[in-house]
């Protein structure tokens, strides 16, 4: 009884030759396949040159407000009508009042209530 089998690889010459190997180990006609299939040389791709660098960015840390320039908007806020809008806000942030705001939420309270 003869079992052929037929297997396509796109594999690297170090595979393959390490299959060759492996056949010449067991049995004598699977090498001849493999060498049939021997695959075209593997073309390096490269990575084309950027023509200008990117400059790098320089982050500008931006000064959180104090809790006086905070109570300050929140009061200018609250007298033009966003008086409970405000207190969504602080309750948002898990806060009942801007003096119990977490400082680290400071540059984030500021530009929501700018933005009312």
Known sequence: MEIKINVELNASAE?????????????????????????????????????????????TKVKPPSVEQLRELVREKAQSGHRETLKTILKNMGASSVTTLDESKYIEFKAEVEGL
């Open 15 to 59: 595979l393959l030759e390490a299959i060759r190997g492996l056949s010449q180990l067991t049995a004598g006609n699977v090498a001849e396949a493999v060498k049939a299939a021997d695959p075209e040389p593997v073309k390096e791709v490269k990575k084309p040159a950027k023509a200008e660098k990117p400059e790098p960015k320089t982050e």
